[in-house]
C-alpha cells in the first residue's frame, strides 16, 4: 500500500511514529529533492514534532537527499542510503530513525 | 511539569499596547433596555488571584479584561472585550472595512461608535467574514447598513448556517453549560471563557457573503486596500481563511492562532477538527507571510509585532497541534485508548512553559480524546465496551454493589477527603443517577464539581463543572460559539 502514499502521505506516516519526548531535545532539517515527481520537500523536527512542506525556500538543511520516490520507499523499508545521492551529514537521518517507534502488531485490549 | 513564568509581562505589555481610549461605561444595552454585553461586571478580575481560581486561568481572565480601541499599526484598529471576539477595522481610501463584526448587532454597533469617537464618522465601505462561527459575523447587521462588499471564505453560508442545526437544540442546550451565561461573575464564580470573558446576548444576524475567497494566494483590494489570502478550510472552522494586508505589512490570523490552545472538539458537541491540516496550514502561513509582515492579529487576544516574535509564535501554535495529532496517533497505534492517551500525553517544555499553548480554552486532555474519536470512533475496542448498560441502570447495579446510595456518598466523601475529586464524581454521578432526588448526594456532587472548577486551568471546565449543579439548570442563554 505504501507505493500508493503520496510523499506528504508517506512523511505523514513518519511523523506519527515520532516518540515525542524522546525527541523533545533533537532538531534537525532535511531536504528531499524527487527527481522523478519534480518535487521538493523538507522536513524538520522540533519540540518533538516532525513537520514537513513542499517548495520551501532557500535554506541550510542538516542533510539533503536526491532521489526517486522508489528510492524513499525502499529506504523507509529498512534499506539504507545505497544509491540514493545526498549531500550533508547523513547522522541527521540517523537521528530520526532513532526517535522512531514501529507499533507492535498485536496489543493487549481485553486485559490492562 | 515546567513552571509557568508569571514574571514574563511580555503578553500584558502587548495587550496594552496602541491602547486608545476604553467604553465607557463597559456595558451595552439592546433598544428595549436590556444589558447585552457588561464587562464592567468583570473588574474583580484586577485583584489577586482568589483561592477559588487556578492562577493561570485568573491571568488569562485579566488579559481578556482589556477593552476598547487599540491600534494595531497604521491603518488597522482593534476592539477586544466588547464581546467574545474582536472586532478589527481596516482604513481603506473611502471609508473603513470591518473584520468579524462580533456576536450581537448592538455590541458591534457600539464597538464602530467607539472606533468613529476617535478616528471619524467613516462609513463601513465592506465587511470581511473570517470564517463561519457566530462570533464573527452575528452582529453584521449593527455595523452595514447599505449593501456593501462581503468577503468570506468558500462554504461560509453553508457552514454557517449547517453547523449548528441538526444537533442544534443539543448543542444549545450543552452551551449554556459550556459558556457559564448563567453562571455568577466574581472569584468564586465564572472568570472567563479563556477565548475571550464571554459572550453578549443581544439580536444575532447573517448577511450573506457577496464576494468568496476560493483559493490561496487570490487577490482582492477592497476600498483601495490590497489583501492577500490564504484558504483554511477544516482547521478551527469548515470555512476559514487568513489574510495579509499587503500595504500595512498585518498578518490577520483569523481564529488559527489565539492565546490558548484550541478546541478540537468544543465541550458542547461538534464534528472533531482536524488537528493535522490545522498544524500544516499555520506552517503553510509561516512561509506565505512572515517575510511580509510586522504584525499578526487575530479575533481574539492581543496581537504580536515583529517577525521574529512572529514566526516563533505561529510556529509554537503549528508544533501544538502537530505534537498533539501525531502523539496521539503514535500511542493509539501502541494500543491505548483515548481516556488513557490523555493521562499518558507530555508535552515538551517549550510548548508547556509558553502562555498561549496552555488549554484555557481547548484542553489537552479533551483534545487528544477527541484525536482518538477523529480516528477511531467511540468504542475503545474492549468488549465489555460494546453493550454497556445505560447510566441508570448501570448505576442502580453499582450502588447495590456497594451497598446502597448512603454506603456510596460515605465512600465518595472520603475520596473527596483524601482529594481524589476525580473519583469523588464518578462515584457520586452513580449514586444521583440511581437515586436522583438523594440531597446529600447530589449537594455532595455540586461540592465535588465546584472544588474540580476552581482548580481548572480550562474556563470552559471551570464553568461546565459548577453548572452541574441543579440551581442553574433552570435558565437557558448561553449560545454557541467558536
Given amino acids: ?112 | 511539569m515546567t513552571e509557568l513564568r508569571f514574571e514574563d509581562r511580555s503578553d500584558f505589555e502587548n495587550a496594552d499596547r496602541g491602547f486608545i481610549a476604553k467604553l465607557d461605561p463597559g456595558t451595552v444595552k439592546s433598544r428595549d433596555g436590556r444589558v447585552v454585553w457588561d464587562i464592567d461586571s468583570y473588574a474583580f478580575l484586577s485583584g489577586d488571584c482568589p483561592d477559588t481560581a487556578n492562577p493561570s486561568l485568573w491571568r488569562q481572565g485579566q488579559l481578556c479584561a482589556r477593552q476598547g480601541l487599540y491600534a494595531v499599526t497604521d491603518g488597522i484598529y482593534q476592539v477586544p472585550g466588547l464581546d467574545l471576539s474582536n472586532m478589527t477595522l481596516v482604513e481603506g481610501e473611502q471609508g473603513v472595512i470591518v473584520i468579524d463584526p462580533l456576536i450581537s448587532a448592538e455590541t458591534a454597533a457600539a464597538a464602530l461608535d467607539l472606533y468613529r469617537a476617535h478616528r471619524g464618522d467613516r462609513p463601513v465601505t465592506a465587511v470581511i467574514y473570517t470564517h463561519s462561527h457566530v462570533d464573527h459575523f452575528g452582529g453584521v447587521q449593527g455595523v452595514v447598513a447599505d449593501e456593501v462588499p462581503i468577503l468570506a471564505p468558500a462554504g461560509f453560508l453553508e457552514h454557517a448556517v449547517s453547523e449548528n442545526v441538526y444537533a442544534g437544540n443539543a448543542m444549545n442546550r450543552r452551551a449554556v453549560y459550556m459558556y457559564g451565561a448563567v453562571l455568577d461573575r466574581g472569584p468564586a464564580g465564572q472568570i472567563g471563557a479563556g477565548l475571550g470573558l464571554t459572550n453578549s446576548t443581544g439580536s444575532i444576524g447573517l448577511i450573506p457573503p457577496t464576494i468568496d475567497i476560493t483559493h490561496t494566494g487570490q487577490e482582492e483590494t477592497v476600498d483601495g486596500v490590497r489583501i492577500s489570502f490564504q484558504l483554511t478550510p477544516g482547521t478551527e472552522a469548515p470555512a476559514e481563511m487568513n489574510l495579509l494586508f499587503t500595504q500595512q505589512r498585518a498578518l490577520c490570523m483569523a481564529e488559527n492562532a489565539t492565546h490558548n490552545l484550541h478546541n478540537l472538539l468544543t465541550l458542547r458537541g461538534a464534528q472533531v477538527r482536524d488537528p493535522r491540516i490545522w498544524s500544516r496550514y499555520l506552517t503553510e502561513a509561516i512561509n506565505l507571510f512572515a517575510d511580509q509582515a510586522d504584525v499578526a492579529f487575530a479575533s481574539h487576544h492581543w496581537p504580536t509585532w515583529g517577525r521574529d516574535q512572529i514566526v516563533a509564535f505561529l510556529s509554537l501554535q503549528r508544533d501544538l497541534y502537530g505534537y498533539l495529532h501525531d502523539q496521539t496517533l503514535r500511542l493509539l497505534n501502541a494500543g491505548y485508548t483515548g481516556i488513557e492517551i490523555a493521562e499518558m500525553i507530555q508535552l515538551p517544555p517549550a510548548l508547556e512553559g509558553a502562555w498561549h499553548t496552555r488549554g484555557y480554552y481547548g484542553s489537552v486532555s479533551h483534545n487528544v480524546k477527541a484525536i482518538y474519536q477523529r480516528y477511531l470512533g467511540w468504542f475503545d475496542g474492549h468488549p465489555a465496551s460494546l453493550w454497556e448498560l445505560p447510566p441508570a441502570e448501570s448505576a442502580r447495579r453499582y450502588v447495590d454493589c456497594i451497598g446502597g446510595v448512603d454506603a456510596v456518598v460515605a465512600k465518595a466523601g472520603n475520596y473527596l477527603d483524601d482529594g481524589d475529586l476525580r473519583f469523588a464524581a464518578q462515584l457520586l454521578k452513580h449514586a444521583v443517577f440511581a437515586d436522583p432526588d438523594h440531597k446529600e448526594a447530589k449537594d455532595l456532587l455540586a461540592q465535588t464539581f465546584e472544588r474540580l472548577g476552581h482548580g481548572a486551568e480550562n474556563g470552559t471546565w471551570r464553568q461546565l463543572l459548577p453548572n452541574g449543579c441543579d440551581r442553574a439548570q433552570e435558565r437557558n442563554r448561553g449560545r454557541p460559539g467558536s
Fill in chain 1, 1 to 112: 500500500m505504501a507505493a500508493a502514499l503520496t510523499v506528504e502521505q508517506l512523511f505523514d506516516s513518519v511523523a506519527i511514529r515520532v516518540n515525542g519526548p524522546k525527541a523533545w531535545s533533537e532538531t534537525m532539517t532535511i531536504d528531499w529533492h524527487f527527481t522523478d515527481l519534480g518535487e521538493r520537500y523538507r522536513m524538520s523536527l522540533s519540540n518533538g514534532v516532525l513537520v514537513h512542506y513542499q517548495d520551501p525556500g532557500p535554506g541550510d538543511a542538516d542533510l539533503s537527499f536526491t532521489l526517486t520516490k522508489p528510492q524513499l520507499l525502499a529506504m523507509l523499508a529498512g534499506g539504507g542510503l545505497e544509491g540514493v545521492e545526498h549531500q550533508g551529514d547523513p547522522g541527521a537521518l540517523q537521528r530520526l530513525m532513532s526517535v522512531l517507534e514501529t507499533p507492535a502488531a498485536t496489543f493487549a485490549i481485553v486485559t490492562p
